[in-house]
């Protein structure tokens, strides 16, 4: 049911996409999506961290064995090769994340555990990258944090609303000169 969710959404958006939709779409009855899930924001809200585990299992890959800085140019990469190897899914994503913003719901509480789980994993990277010696000694682990998911998010938004205008390339390329540029040692 999940897997059809993020299709739907992607071509009906997020009121569209109702509950019997997506039990019709994932080949069930259209009342199972409701009986499993109770309301469409409690199924939104399990559908965050599917995706999100998703993206951080391939971005494991991408990291293994590195720290610091260069962990933290390896997470750009990994996060842009999951968006454009899945599309759809970092599209739903990033839409339920904003809609998190007007709904007091579950949704919301589930974008805020998936968001700040980002955030703490980028700066544990940090501090590791302190303590080996590849990041300098006195960057603030946690405002660096915050800024490298804003802008790594932000630049992935602009890429989701504007493929084409977005120059995807050299926007990372930007956002790994200016982190290399600030946190070098």
């Known amino acids: 049911m999940l897997e059809a969710t993020v299709k739907l959404m ?16 994932a080949g069930y009855s259209r009342g199972l999506a409701t009986h499993h899930f109770g309301s469409k924001a409690e199924l939104f809200a399990r559908m965050i961290p599917w995706i999100s585990d ?9 990291l293994h064995g590195r720290n610091g800085l ?3 140019l390896a997470f750009v990469d990994g996060h842009r090769q999951f968006a454009e190897g899945a599309p759809d899914m970092t599209r739903a ?9 007007i709904s007091d ?16 994993r980028v700066r544990r990277i940090i ?27 932000g630049l992935t938004l602009q890429w ?14 930007c956002l790994k000169e200016r982190l290399a540029a600030t946190l070098r040692p």
């Open 127 to 153: 501090e590791e990258g302190i303590a080996a010696g590849t990041v300098r000694r006195d960057a603030d682990a946690n405002a660096e944090a915050i800024q490298f998911c804003g802008a790594l998010f």
């Open 160 to 173: 989701l609303i504007d493929p084409a205008g977005s120059r995807i390339d050299d926007m990372h390329r």
């Open 54 to 62: 998703r993206g951080r299992r391939e971005l494991e890959s991408a």
């Open 70 to 72: 260069d962990a933290l």
């Open 10 to 25: 992607s071509e009906l958006g997020y009121e569209k996409t109702t509950l019997a939709a997506i039990g019709e779409a």
């Open 105 to 120: 719901s579950p949704m919301r509480d589930a974008a805020i555990e998936d968001l700040l789980g980002h955030r703490h």
């Open 93 to 101: 994503l990033y839409v339920l994340w904003c809609q998190s913003l």
